[in-house]
Nanobody, 113 residues
Framework: VQLQASGGGLVQPGGSLRLSCATS????????MGWYRQAPGRLREFVAI???????NYRDSVKGRFTISRDNAKNTVYLQMNSLKSEDTAVYYC????????WGQGTLVTVSS
């Protein structure tokens, strides 16, 4: 199973981006899908997850700004990021869990004026 993340880029503070993560197999095979991020010099951290039933969960610092969603027909999970801040700058990784973790290659998000 492969996860392919896309959608990163350079955006000004207050702007928006939408990340996508496409799976090579059925997204329904995963108990949950999620996004993590790693900023320079920091550990990878949880951002958001969504269960196979569609229940989301977010880290506190992105609540109200980020929205995770999934399209089972397209085998894709999304992360809509609004009101971006400089502290959101990081490499964002897509994750899928089915008895073990699967990781995508990461996509860089840079929030800067």
């Amino acid at each position: 199973v492969q996860l392919q993340a896309s959608g990163g880029g350079l955006v000004q503070p207050g702007g928006s981006l939408r990340l996508s993560c496409a799976t090579s197999g059925s997204i329904l095979s995963f108990n949950r899908m999620g996004w993590y991020r790693q900023a320079p010099g920091r550990l990878r951290e949880f951002v958001a997850i969504i269960t196979s039933g569609g229940t989301p969960n977010y880290r506190d610092s992105v609540k109200g700004r980020f929205t995770i969603s999934r399209d089972n027909a397209k085998n894709t999970v999304y992360l809509q990021m609004n009101s971006l801040k400089s502290e959101d700058t990081a490499v964002y990784y897509c994750n899928g869990y089915d008895r073990r973790d699967y990781w995508g290659q990461g996509t860089l998000v840079t929030v800067s004026s």
